[in-house]
């Protein structure tokens, strides 16, 4: 891959602000488009507010934020793009023509990667008449330009080749991409974000918890933890010198019976109201724009001091 080509941004809301701003991090040329009005401008601003943070975990040579360009249509973005990171909205109309233009006029060997986190690769093929082969799901986390993890998900017709330079280019990028080997719906995260929702939201339809208990026992436990290592390997650390084969085999049958013994709710009004009245009244006398710069400035802290331990997976 051309280092010196520019990398396309198509949408440039929250999610597409974010990659733009880690690829001008990374000393690369954007070129950017979204329909909506004063997008640009939004853009510009968004990208201000990261680079702070870009510069405190460090600039590439040669990045900077004149090297952001921002595109009149779709097309004109893609057409000399070495890599397209498409960031539209998740409505399938919407998404059936953007991706019959961007498979029109990007050039045919320059992967075309999706954010998405609702739409399977093999969806987004299938609204591509000319190179289904190039279309991938390259979706990030929140904020993009800081949050490490990509999920790559290939579809049923993604070549090899596309995923590889995908998997480097990311890396590359600064980020932890995660191969997800097989399509499903929500791809890996979400599918186990969704898991301690569940639970979460079963918990307080049940009275057992409220909101401000549930988010404690997380952030003040296990969270911590899950910062530095993943749920399972910090499984394996509980179990001592026999590892996780001595947790599966003593602790084993009473986790099935805590599996067994968890809720299935069902997202009614009811329980929506009381989810939300949870949240207002843990977040009672906050200032939530404080409580995001702290989450932030922390989460930066985090990444520096991980990046020097070099026994961490």
Known sequence: MT???PIA???????G??????????GRDVMAFDPAPAAEQALRSAVGEAWPTLIRLGLADGASTDRLRFTSSAAEAVADAVFVQESGPERVELKQRLFAELDEAAPASTPIASSSSGLMPSQ???????????????????PAYLIPLVEVVPGKETDSRVVEVAMELYTAMGKRPVLVRHEVPGHVTNRLQAALWREAYSLVE???????DIDTAISYGPGLRWALLGPLVNQHLSGGDGGLAHILEHLGPPTQAWMDDLGEPQLTPRLAE?????????????D?????????ALLVELLERKALRTALP
């Open 274 to 286: 009381l989810l939300v009245r949870g949240v207002d009244d843990e977040l009672a006398g906050i």
């Open 288 to 296: 939530q724009r404080r409580l995001v710069a702290d989450r932030d």
């Open 124 to 142: 987004l093929q299938a609204m591509c008449g000319r190179h289904p082969e190039r279309v991938l799901v390259g979706h990030p986390f929140n």
């Open 9 to 15: 941004v198509i949408g440039t809301g929250v999610i």
């Open 206 to 212: 049940r009275g057992v918890a409220t909101v401000a």
């Open 17 to 26: 602000a974010g990659w733009a701003a880690l690829f001008l991090a990374r």
């Open 3 to 5: 280092a010196d080509a």
